[in-house]
């Protein structure tokens, strides 16, 4: 398989790809488009019900952290979005071991459950996450860290953007994604209103599990978009083919690498569509914020290409 080429990272569309460790193919390709930026879980770090850390955790803390395991030179961010189960029973203690052992260049603030038809529980979820992230900072003050966005309304979003710049945090992540597998439209459309009025505010916004044209367009343009549909639906035998998903049967580094391309076409020509990256620009210039452009440009000083 040809190499593709440096410039593909370099395009107007920050794409950054989430590794699956238990999946050597997912790094391989990584490595081969020259990401700068790669996403790795905490989920594979801990037992599925979040009681106790891994093997696998024992293996890179043994390697002398992420870096040395993977054999990777470019930008590692952890994040922390898992399933309700391994939430409940994770600790801010294993959170901050996690962190202080793996060496990331970046992590995620704390997830909560967080749901619209539970609005009471997601209330005080909200209130944890933002009680628990501020720990965590204070646990590990060396660190940097991205504030990952709760919120089953808009007050809740609202205080939680609050909290998390409070903390001096000027990345913010919203985990789009979780919102629209669900498929219900109202949510969808609440989904929207809480990334735009995150955007408004954060001087710096990746959105978590949007990739395809559709949502980007329904969605204020972010200064990155982390993804894992590349491999995803590689390993169910899908490959993408001028916009369309064709049933191959196979799973292989090539197909991954493929979709991961055709991923990052599409976003670039959907962006040109809605005329670049700068939809958003009136709106961060009332409320005194940097312009998209300017981000863009400390972005890529930092080395910040992200995947979808």
């Not at 993977?70 to 203690?93: E, F, H, W």
């Not at 109202?186 to 990739?211: D, T």
């Not at 044209?213 to 972010?222: D, E, G, L, V």
């Amino acid at each position: 398989m040809a190499p593709l080429s440096h410039q593909y990272l370099e395009s107007s569309f920050p794409l950054l790809p989430v590794v699956k460790l238990s999946e050597n193919m997912t790094l391989v390709v990584a490595k081969e488009v020259k990401a700068q930026t790669i996403v790795v879980k905490m989920q594979e770090l801990i037992t599925p019900t979040g009681v106790r850390f891994n093997s696998r955790f024992a293996e890179i803390k043994a390697a002398g952290g992420i870096h040395n395991y993977l054999d990777y030179n470019g930008k590692v961010i952890l994040s922390t979005i898992m399933p309700d189960q391994a939430i409940r029973k994770c600790t801010i203690s294993m959170y901050a071991d996690a962190i202080d052992t793996l060496q990331p260049d970046i992590a995620m603030t704390i997830d909560g459950e967080t749901y619209e038809d539970k609005r009471i529980t997601a209330e005080k979820e909200c209130a944890r996450c933002l009680e628990e992230s501020a720990q965590l900072l204070r646990l590990c003050p060396d660190h940097e860290f991205y504030g990952l966005v709760k919120g089953a309304s808009m007050q809740q979003v609202e205080t939680s953007i609050d909290g998390l710049l409070g903390m001096g945090l000027d990345t913010l992540v919203f985990h789009a994604g979780d919102y629209v597998r669900r498929g219900n439209s109202l949510v969808y459309e609440s989904a929207r209103r809480y990334a735009k009025a995150i955007r408004k505010r954060s001087p710096r916004l990746f959105m978590y599990g949007i990739s395809s044209p559709k949502h980007i367009r329904s969605f204020p343009a972010a200064d990155g978009y982390v993804t894992q549909t590349h491999f995803l639906a590689a390993f169910n035998g899908l490959r993408l083919e001028n916009g369309t998903w064709k049933n191959t049967g196979k799973a292989d580094i090539d197909t991954i690498v493929h979709n991961l391309r055709e991923i990052n076409r599409a976003g670039i020509d959907t962006l040109a569509q809605q005329g670049g990256l700068l939809p958003w620009v009136e709106d961060t210039r009332e409320a005194g914020l940097p312009t998209q452009a300017a981000v863009m440009g400390s972005a890529l000083r930092r080395n910040l290409v992200t995947s979808l």
